[in-house]
């Protein structure tokens, strides 16, 4: 990849970074931290620039992981996040606002079922299944 071709990568997706960022980050970060996020993950996709499949479209995912990533990295880090909510689980190209509203829904009645849950089986579960715990044995 050419510098001429980042650059035209940074101009193309820039918006959509900081739109992952922001949606991820929920009113938890700064907008230094978002933008310092943003820059980040270009930082990362040039550094990583030899590996990577450029063919059209093709760098839209990736970039939206690194940038979701590195979002709840940064969460995690601060604290400020104990478990990763159900609807940042996908970032989808062809979302319709239909499919958002029934990945939403789908969240919100997990959640539910989650936290019906009688103590520790919430605590253990969310532990297990969203923080990657490992359990002794």
Same mark, same amino acid.
């Given at each position: ?32 931290? *978002?933008?310092?996020? !943003? ?5 990362? #996709?040039?550094? @990583? $620039?030899?590996? =990577?499949? /450029? ?7 990736? *970039?939206?992981?690194? !940038? ?5 990295? #940064?969460?995690? @880090? $601060?604290?400020? =996040?104990? /478990? ?54």
């Amino acid at each position: 990849m050419t510098e001429r071709e980042f650059e035209k990568i940074i101009d193309g997706y820039t918006a959509y970074v900081v739109t992952v960022i922001s949606k991820v980050a929920k009113e938890r970060l700064s907008r230094e931290d *978002i933008e310092e996020l !943003a820059s980040d993950v270009f930082v990362k #996709l040039w550094e @990583r $620039r030899n590996e =990577l499949n /450029t063919q059209e479209g093709k760098e839209k995912a990736y *970039i939206g992981a690194s !940038a979701r990533n590195y979002t709840l990295n #940064l969460l995690k @880090r $601060r604290g400020l =996040l104990s /478990t990763i909510p159900l609807e940042e689980d996908v970032i989808s190209d062809n979302a319709t606002p239909e499919k958002v509203l029934l990945e939403e829904e789908k969240a919100t009645t997990i959640r539910q079922v989650i936290e019906s849950l009688p103590e520790p089986d919430d605590e253990i579960f969310n532990r297990r299944c969203y923080l990657s715990f490992k359990i002794k044995r």
